[in-house]
């Protein structure tokens, strides 16, 4: 797609540009939902949410289950909604699990999930994205610093940032084994990156992303700005984070797994278009194109 003056948030071009303020509410209004007035202005400031005890111990035991079933089964290892490790060839992330797995098609409909992410978009919603993530211990690769939003945008074609995600942890996380790491508030700040988007980009970045990542330099200021934090806390609970929120993960030495199930619920008023930065659109099964 060739960019356009409709464009504000221009990305993945050849020189520098300045970060850009978001004109989009983090949390938009005219949807009630579970979310209490104090959490919902919470989260507006800082970009994201935490909700210990989402799942039950009973529910968490099945969606484990559930998991290692996934992670075992040789023929979905084989399909291309797969990730795995580029040298342990173990399990990184199934794609689209909504649709392979009925316990997670049920989780994702469920109130306690899809009724939060309707309140803070302020609309009906739609599944952009849906996985399983696993990361063992001793061997567990991280995430560079990253927004989705930059990525959803260059490569998928949603318009702005009106998206937010739901991670659910079915590991205990803690402040040594890879856990998520926020910058809180730096959802309103859009970091442009350099670099061409190359052709079928997801290939790689799926499991190492180096284009569509800010600098140094615009991480340390951002990080200056904003601080970081990090999602720490027992199987069953939830992380609702801001599509732009600046997040990254780091490797996992220990000897404790973490794994959780990701899912990214986009508004219908916010469908996606042609790319604003790439030849075309990643596939259906990262991006849903409705």
């Excluded at 949807?31 to 799942?55: C, N, W």
């Amino acid at each position: 797609m060739t960019l356009s003056t409709q464009d504000r948030y221009r990305t993945r071009t050849r020189d520098r540009l300045e970060p850009i303020s978001r004109i989009e509410p983090t949390v938009w209004s005219g949807v009630d939902g579970p979310i209490d007035a104090e959490t919902l202005v919470a989260h507006d400031a800082r970009g994201f949410s935490v909700f210990q005890d989402l799942l039950g111990p009973s529910e968490v035991r099945a969606f484990q289950d559930e998991l290692r079933r996934l992670s075992t089964d040789d023929k979905l290892k084989a399909d291309e909604r797969t990730i795995v490790e580029s040298k342990s060839q173990e399990v990184r992330s199934i794609f689209e699990v909504h649709k392979i797995s009925d316990l997670i098609a049920e989780l994702v409909r469920d109130p306690r999930v899809i009724e939060r992410a309707r309140q803070i978009l302020g609309s009906e919603v739609y599944i952009h994205q849906s996985r399983v993530n696993y990361m063992p211990g001793f061997r567990g690769k991280g995430f560079y610093w990253h927004s989705d939003f930059e990525t959803w945008h260059a490569e998928d074609g949603m318009p702005s940032p009106r998206a937010v995600s739901m991670s659910i942890a079915l590991t205990d996380n803690f402040p040594f084994n890879g856990g998520l790491m926020v910058m809180p508030g730096s959802q309103r700040t859009f970091i442009p990156c350099v670099g061409e988007t190359p052709d079928q980009h997801y290939k790689a970045s799926l499991s190492m992303q180096e284009i569509g990542v800010p600098s140094e330099a615009d991480i340390t200021t951002l990080a200056n700005a904003c601080g970081i934090e990090q999602f720490t806390g027992p199987a069953g609970s939830a992380l609702m984070f801001d599509s732009n929120v600046m997040h990254g993960s780091g490797s996992n030495i220990t000897p404790f797994p973490r794994s959780n199930i990701f899912v990214v619920f986009n508004s219908v008023e916010n469908e996606v278009v042609e790319p604003f930065a790439a030849a075309q659109p990643r596939p259906s099964f990262i991006a849903a194109r409705r």
